[in-house]
């Protein structure tokens, strides 16, 4: 099977390669050889959040002062 490659880079995968693979909307990409390989992943929401806190610097600690400030000081009801 062919796959052509687009001027903007892009691929589009045949289904009955992509029926082999477990249901991903995303895919590894690594070289070997002179090969291209996609591994089909699953990405877990908690771990992107965990992946953006740790890229802004914001700890464990962090998060539980925040949390307890929040409850130290409810907002006032309607």
Aim: proline fraction near 6%.
């Amino acid at each position: 099977m062919l796959a052509k490659l687009t001027a903007k880079n892009q691929l589009t995968l045949p289904k009955s390669v992509l029926a082999t693979c477990e249901k991903a909307a995303y895919f590894d990409v690594t070289s070997e050889n002179g090969r291209i390989v996609l591994t089909p992943v699953r990405i877990n929401r908690a771990d992107a959040v965990r992946a953006k806190l740790a890229e802004l610097g914001i700890t464990e600690k962090d998060a539980a002062d925040a949390l307890s400030w929040v409850r130290d000081h409810p907002r006032p009801g309607p």
